[in-house]
């Protein structure tokens, strides 16, 4: 694992950032990035809809069956039936565990890919404890795509 960390040392920084949006509100840090928030909290905080991102979600499938064997080593998984890709409108991406959707922002850069990742991640081990670890949730989204881009 060392070894995929360090060959992603070009984007720690902007992983280092989107990491400190996470913790950047009080809300946001109790919440671990506002996976698992009740559909009520989401009043006045973002939508409750879900407007598709179709290029995102193509992406996503692929990557769920390519990372299936890989999170099968891990306790704690279950592979969802199905995670829907939904436009961010707020300005910090979170997983809906309730409806199993993420909502991103869009699917531009391998920073991107990393933060689509984490919000599957969330999803994928929300029974564990794992899934509200944001440090083995990140960690395991960046060796996701180090693995599989
Ligand atoms: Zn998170």
């Known amino acids: 694992m060392d070894d995929s960390m360090s060959a992603y040392s070009p984007i720690t920084q902007t992983t280092g950032a989107r990491a400190a949006a996470h913790t950047v509100t009080l809300l946001a840090a109790l919440l671990g990035c506002g996976v698992g ?4 909290a989401h009043i006045g905080v973002g939508p ?3 407007t598709p991102l179709p290029g995102a979600q193509t992406w996503l499938d692929r990557h769920i069956a390519l990372w299936d064997p890989v999170l099968s080593q891990e306790r704690g998984y279950q592979r969802p039936d199905r995670v829907t890709v939904c436009v961010l409108e707020g300005s910090l991406p979170f997983a809906d565990n309730r409806t199993n959707r993420v909502y991103v922002r869009g699917l531009d850069s391998t920073n991107d890919q990393i933060t689509l990742a984490h919000e599957y991640v969330h999803i994928a081990f929300q029974h564990f404890p794992s899934g509200h670890d944001e440090r083995y949730v990140e960690r395991t989204a960046r060796r996701l795509i180090a693995t599989h881009p």
């Open 37 to 40: 928030v009740p559909a009520e």
């Open 48 to 50: 409750a809809h879900c």
